[in-house]
Each structure stands twice: as structure tokens, then as C-alpha cells.
């Protein structure tokens, strides 16, 4: 603890808060602490051993307890206070706060290491109110929502304003997802709990200064630690909520664009899918399911009988197929629809000043805004929702809710539009969630949406990163979008598979993205009619390589569907950047071009026209083996590899564990009852494991209810001896209805001279590297393998 008092005193010689600040007093009351000072007063509560809130509350303004994005109850844990003439310390196992008395200075620790400290902490600038603190010159700090800026974020003033980028290639300064949460290098975050419009301003002025400006609202930030970024993000998902174990179809094929006519082109779609045998399980309608056309319409949200005369025959028709129907729908009702007399005379828009209905024109055409914040806009809005699930609809589809144009003079219930502008699009997904759990509680919600605020993710929502443009630029710009969105708790963050803005026809482009796509959380391909985005539409040759990328995904659904189960357990995001597994790296720290897809897939996408090599780095703690070769590469080494047009370079960690099937046409064939489970050897690495997480992949908490098998499997190799041995068991919840299996082992990176199962001697195919071993599985039991070298 002197340590840190040193540290401290050290800090405040060049660092010293506002002058003008004076301590007066500081009480404990029911585990928080109290700080009252000149202008206003502390309130520094702890969440949890790594999670600690603080709140400074100016002279003239009461404490607002609500937030909108934690959900987390503090712990009922010891943080220790203690007090003498210089200093007050705050302490948990995880976090210490130091508040110096005089000159006031807050300062926050992570096992004696300074993190950061207040500057001037409260200030006031243009009506502005403002929170800013010093930072390490050397850290890279992520964070702000959705940006194509480049991952060290250190530099720029990021405004607070969910706002679409159409058309967006290698950079966006503003997009849909503002979050106003900043990560460090340090491994550290800091979340400014306040949802009102700002900027969030990362050292601009080089002055090593972190800085937080609002326009009104909480001035609460929480800063969280992890001994690991999965700690971390553990942590920070703990804090604003996990999100919900998606249903298995959602990790499989979409086809969708802007937009299908008719029900017959809906039909005739779905139609080549089946005859070409490429799987698919769901198809996306755009806006034309209520409208012909594109402007005027908007806020019927009900069928055109004209274009889609059976819709709920159409429905039952694809259900039957196992194809899901997802319908957009979007916040704005038109003077213009069916709908505008009805929610004027309902009174769920937001209004004016004079509490009319507030219009205004938008490319769509003159408009108002549903008020989700009032209960009887939510009402309204759900029960549209309720009637078309009941139609037999399996997902909603949210556009436009930054809100796309939301002008400063709207009133809704819960504020002036800029104070809920940037949770419009996170409460919209809320009364879409909380409307499931009340009137569909046993369905998992499917809710695309590309707005939304810190925690949205605990509603289930799927976000995309907008109108990106369709061009190299476009998917360049995607690995940095949704590795950082992951790390703020949006681990689903994907992107419209070729691209969506303009008429840029490139096949190349198209398959390089799809092959991207197998390793990222949405594979749902979406873009103008221009050019064609289902595989179904291209050319033979273009249909053949896309095919074959869409048969991966669903080859791939045993690993990522235990990806999902992960993400829905720990927080854990899908896609990771490179310095989750060398945190102490600084050559990592800003790397975007390759990524880890879970823990054991590395993957490099070609983002650029006619490579033919490219340069990678293999992270040190295992040597790593070519997804489709099997070649290997040394850990800890940067090499030069070839790059060929049927696959992206894909790398799978040596010691790893890998479950696939064979190709299904939709994730209702899908089974465990027959599967390969890939084991990928490797000298260096003497001990691993992995598992499989089964469930009925529809239903909600099967987890927590027991509907759930999770299956493990470990590697362990003995050197000297030359054996690997291999135990496959299972952990089966009670109310699990679990099956015998037929497991195709298949053992990479070896030459075997025999092999036992449980003891007996058995026969093996062997190839070039590979062996394959037929393993019966009896539910309830274990199997061991045994390999002799």
C-alpha cells in the first residue's frame, strides 16, 4: 500500500485536479463511499472485486440512480475503506481508488499499478458538462462504438451521435453504434454511464488526456479490470448484461437483399436454393413487403396484399422448408400510410413542444417517429410484432433506429430527442425482447438491428455494421468493425456479405467476402438490387465457389454454435483480435488483418484483388496447421504464405479440437448423432482440451434448465513414450434427452503404428498425415484413445 501512496504523491506533483476544488468531509453509507467537496459531491460504489462506479454530482443537481446500461446488483463483497489526515482509500481485491485530500486528486489501481487518474474531473465548457482524466502516454486505447478509424483509437475526438455512414469504404469517423466506453492496452476500460449525445475525445490534443463532454445526464463512469482481456470483457458483460444464446439457425445461411417484389419472387428464390442444393434457413424481406415502393410507404407495416397476396400460407410454406421469414420494419410512420391516423390518434409518436405530433421530412417522405419511451408507443409497436410472429414470422428486423433523422426538438416520454437519440435503437430492441419473454417465452428471439447503445446485447440483438460500400475499401474496413464492437459486448457485429452500396460488380470481391463470412458471427450475404447477392443468382462458376463457402459454414455449426454457447456464458466475443493471446506485445496491439475466430481458428481475409501471398503472424504459445493442407507453422514466427482463389488462409491452433459435420441443406437437419471430431497434433502443445455444447437449439435456457449436453474432449502426450491419449466424455443435463454417437476421429499430424479404443486394439484409415478412427460413443460414458507413435 505505500507503494501506491508514493505513486500517488508522485502523480499529484504534475497532475493536481481542479485548484478550485476543495475536500470537506467523506462518510460511508451501506457500502458506498460518500466525498463531499467544494462543488458538488462523490459517490464511488463497488460493483465487484474488478468493477467500481463513480459519480460526481454538481452543486444544484440531485443524483440520477438510473441507468440504461448496467443490470448488474452489487456484490455483497468487502471493499475496505480506510482514512488519515492526506488520503482516503477505497480498496477491493481487484481495484483501488486513492483520494487525496489535498490537492484533490482521485487516482484508480489494478494490483499497485496506476491506471489512470481524474484531471480536472467535473467541468463545464459551452453548457457542455465535461469529465476528463490522465492517461499513460504509452497506452493504445479502443473503444467509441462502431468506427472504421484504425484499432488505436488514441487521437481522435469521437462524437457521441449514432448516425448511419452510407456508402463507407476504409474510414468512418461516425457510424450506428456510438458506445461511450474507452479500453485500454493496460487492459482496463472505463464505461461513461450516460446516454445522452457528447464526444468522447481519446488524447486529440496529444496531451495525454482522456476526456468525456455531455450535453446533459449522469456524470457516472465505471471502471472495470480483468487479469485477461476475456476477464475483462467477462467482466464488462457482467456488468451491462450477457447476451442470450441465439437459436442454431441464426449461425446459418440468409438470403437476403434489397429487396424481394412479391411473394413470387420470395418462392422462386427459395425455389433455386433447393434446386441448386445450397443450404439456407432463412430469407430477409425488405421494406417491399408492405409498400411497392420505396418512398411513400414506410409505417404501413402490414402485407401489400397486391404483391404478397398468402402471406401466411408463404410463411407456413417456408416453415415447412425449415426457412425462417424475417421482415424489416423500421420506427417512422408516414403522413402518407395506413397508419398515420391511427398512431395520431393513439398518441404514440413523439410530439412537440405543444405536445402535437411532431413531422418532419426525411427521404422517405414527411413523417413522425413511433415513442417507444412511452408505454403505449411500445404497446402499439409490440402488438404489430405480436401478430406477425404469430404469423408464423421467425425474426424482426429493426433498420433506420439511430433514428436515422431524429431532429433536437422532439419530445418523447423519457426526454428531449438528443437525451435519448443514441438509446432509441437499444430501447426499441428491449421492448422486442421483453415482448418475446411475455407472450413467446419458450422462442429465441432473432433481432437484426444497426443501432443500439452499451449493453444493447442483452436483448439479443444482432447488429450489422451498416451501408458499407461494395468495393476492397468496404471489406477492408470489417475485421476492425467487429473486433472492436466485440470487445464492447456486441460479439455478434457482422457485416452485409459482398457488400450493400452501389453497383460495383466484382465476382472476386463477392467470394473473398463470403469466404470471410465462414469466420465471423452473421453469414448473411444483403445488397442493392444492382447486383445480385445470393450465391443462387451468379454465374456457374461464381455459384460454384460461393456454395462451397456456404457448405463450410454449416460444415463448421457443432464449433460455432459452441462459440454462441461461450459468448452467451462468458461474454467471450466470436471474433478476438490477435493481442487476446499476447497481451505483452506491443506489436499486436493494433493488428486487425488477422483474427481469431474463437480460440482456434486463425484467420487472415484477403481484403485485397489478386494476391497471390501474404504475410502472417502466428501467435507463440502453439504452432499452428493450414485448415485445408495441414502445412505448419512455427509459433511465434511471421512467414510469407500463398494465397489461392478457392480459400482465405485459415489456421488452426496445434493441440486443438475441432467438430464439424457433413453439409445439411438447413440447421433443422442438423444432428450429433454422426460427426468428425478433428484433432489437430502437436508436439509442443502436451496437454488440451476442448468441447461441444448441444442443446434443442431452439427453445430458451436450456442451459439453465439442464436441456443441454456439453461434450469434452482432452489430448495429452507423452513424449518419451510416444503416446497420445485422447478422452472423449460428457457432462448431461438432467432434463436432457441424450444419444448414442458415432464420432469419425480424424488425428492430423501423424503416422500411427496402432491405436486402442478403450483398451482394444482397433483398425484405422490412414492418409498422407491423417489418421481415422471409428469411435462408438455411449451416452452417459467416456471413451479413451490411445495412440502409439
Not at 134 to 158: C, K, P, Q, T, W
Not at 354 to 362: A, L, M, R, T, V
Not at 395 to 420: I, N, Y
Request: glycine share 8%.
Amino acid at each position: 500500500m505505500k507503494k501506491i501512496f508514493f505513486l500517488l504523491f508522485i502523480t499529484s506533483l504534475s497532475f493536481a485536479q481542479n485548484a478550485n476544488r476543495k475536500f470537506i468531509s467523506c462518510k460511508e453509507n451501506k457500502g458506498i463511499l460518500e466525498i463531499s467537496t467544494s462543488d458538488g459531491f462523490y459517490l464511488i460504489k463497488p460493483y465487484s472485486d474488478k468493477i467500481i462506479e463513480t459519480s460526481f454530482i454538481p452543486k444544484g443537481q440531485s443524483f440520477n440512480p438510473i441507468s440504461e446500461a448496467v443490470v448488474l446488483t452489487p456484490k455483497k463483497r468487502a471493499s475496505k475503506v480506510s482514512e488519515n489526515k492526506k488520503s482516503i482509500t477505497l480498496s477491493t481485491s481487484g481495484i483501488v481508488v486513492s483520494i487525496q485530500k489535498f490537492p484533490f486528486q482521485i487516482s484508480y489501481f489494478n494490483q499497485q499499478k496506476l491506471l489512470f487518474s481524474e484531471k480536472n474531473g467535473y467541468s463545464k465548457k459551452d453548457n457542455n458538462e465535461i469529465l476528463d482524466f490522465n492517461i499513460d502516454s504509452s497506452e493504445v486505447l479502443y473503444g467509441g462504438g462502431e468506427r472504421a478509424l484504425g484499432m488505436n483509437r488514441r487521437g481522435n475526438r469521437l462524437q457521441l451521435y449514432n448516425r448511419a455512414s452510407y456508402g463507407y469504404e476504409t474510414h468512418a469517423d461516425l457510424m450506428n453504434f456510438c458506445i461511450p466506453m474507452v479500453l485500454s492496452s493496460k487492459i482496463y476500460a472505463v464505461h461513461f454511464d450516460n446516454s445522452a449525445i457528447g464526444y468522447l475525445d481519446l488524447d486529440s490534443k496529444k496531451d495525454n488526456t482522456l476526456e468525456y463532454e455531455t450535453i446533459s445526464g449522469r456524470k457516472t463512469y465505471q471502471v472495470i479490470v480483468g487479469d485477461s482481456w476475456t476477464d475483462l470483457i467477462s467482466n464488462y458483460t457482467d456488468l451491462t448484461g450477457k447476451q442470450p444464446l441465439p437459436a442454431r439457425w441464426t449461425l446459418g445461411n440468409f438470403s437476403s437483399r434489397f429487396g424481394y417484389h412479391s411473394q413470387e419472387e420470395v418462392e422462386k428464390t427459395i425455389k433455386k436454393f433447393e434446386d441448386d442444393k445450397i443450404p439456407v434457413d432463412a430469407i430477409i424481406l425488405d421494406l417491399y413487403w408492405f409498400g411497392k415502393e420505396v418512398k411513400g410507404t414506410m409505417g404501413n407495416l402490414a402485407w401489400d396484399k397486391d404483391k404478397f397476396p398468402h402471406p401466411t400460407k408463404m410463411i407456413a410454406d417456408l416453415n415447412a422448408k425449415g426457412v425462417k421469414t424475417v421482415l424489416i420494419t423500421e420506427p417512422f410512420v408516414l403522413t402518407t400510410s395506413s397508419k398515420w391516423q391511427e398512431a395520431v390518434d393513439k398518441k404514440i409518436l413523439a410530439t412537440d413542444d405543444k405536445g402535437n405530433p411532431f413531422q418532419y421530412d426525411f427521404y422517405f417522405g414527411n413523417t413522425g417517429i413511433i415513442d417507444i419511451f412511452k408505454p403505449e408507443g411500445a404497446s402499439w409497436f409490440w402488438n404489430i410484432y405480436k401478430n406477425l410472429i404469430n404469423q408464423g414470422v421467425g425474426g424482426l428486423w429493426g433498420d433506420l433506429g439511430e433514428p436515422e433523422v431524429f431532429p433536437s426538438e422532439a419530445r418523447t416520454a423519457a426526454g428531449k430527442a438528443d437525451e435519448v437519440h443514441n438509446i432509441y435503437g437499444h430501447n426499441w430492441a428491449k421492448l422486442i425482447a421483453e415482448g418475446y419473454k411475455k407472450d413467446f417465452p419458450k422462442v429465441r428471439p432473432f433481432i437484426l438491428m444497426r443501432a443500439g447503445f452499451s449493453g444493447s446485447q442483452r436483448f439479443g440483438m444482432m447488429p450489422w455494421s451498416g451501408d458499407v460500400s461494395r468495393s476492397w475499401g468496404g471489406l477492408q474496413s470489417q475485421t476492425e468493425i467487429a473486433l472492436q464492437m466485440g470487445m464492447q459486448g456486441m460479439g455478434y457485429m457482422h457485416s452485409d456479405l459482398g457488400g450493400f452500396a452501389g453497383d460495383y460488380f466484382d465476382n472476386e470481391l463477392y467470394i473473398r467476402w463470403l469466404q470471410y463470412g465462414v469466420f465471423q458471427p452473421i453469414f448473411r450475404p444483403h445488397a442493392q438490387e444492382d447486383v445480385a447477392s445470393e450465391p443462387v443468382y451468379k454465374d456457374i462458376i461464381t455459384k460454384a465457389k460461393a456454395k462451397k463457402q456456404v457448405e463450410l459454414r454449416y460444415q463448421l455449426l457443432p464449433y460455432n454454435y459452441t462459440l454462441a454457447f461461450e459468448n452467451s456464458q462468458k461474454g467471450t466475443p466470436l471474433m478476438r483480435p490477435l493481442f487476446f493471446e499476447e497481451p505483452n506485445n506491443p506489436k499486436l496491439a493494433t493488428v486487425c488483418e488477422s483474427y481469431l475466430w474463437g480460440n482456434d481458428f486463425l484467420v487472415t481475409p484477403i481484403t485485397k484483388p489478386g494476391i497471390t501471398s501474404t504475410t502472417i503472424y502466428f501467435p507463440k504459445n502453439n504452432n499452428w496447421y493450414d485448415f485445408y493442407t495441414d502445412e505448419k507453422q512455427m509459433a511465434g514466427t511471421t512467414a510469407t504464405v500463398s494465397v489461392v482463389e478457392d480459400h482465405i488462409p485459415v489456421y488452426v491452433r496445434g493441440g486443438a479440437f475441432i467438430p464439424m459435420i457433413k453439409t445439411i441443406l438447413n440447421t433443422s437437419k442438423y444432428s450429433l448423432d454422426n460427426f468428425d471430431l478433428h484433432y489437430y497434433f502437436d508436439a509442443k502443445t502436451t496437454n488440451s482440451s476442448g468441447n461441444l455444447y448441444n442443446d434443442n437449439g431452439t427453445t430458451t435456457f436450456t442451459f439453465e434448465k439442464g436441456e443441454y449436453e456439453l461434450l469434452n474432449f482432452n489430448g495429452n502426450f507423452n513424449g518419451n513414450g510416444k503416446v497420445i491419449v485422447l478422452k472423449l466424455d460428457s457432462e448431461i443435463g438432467k432434463n436432457f434427452q441424450s444419444a448414442d454417437k458415432n464420432v469419425n476421429l480424424i488425428i492430423h499430424n501423424i503416422k500411427a503404428k496402432t491405436i486402442t479404443v478403450d483398451g482394444k486394439i482397433v483398425a484405422f484409415k490412414a492418409n498422407k498425415n491423417t489418421v481415422e478412427i471409428p469411435v462408438s460413443w455411449k451416452k452417459g460414458t467416456g471413451v479413451e484413445i490411445k495412440i502409439q507413435l
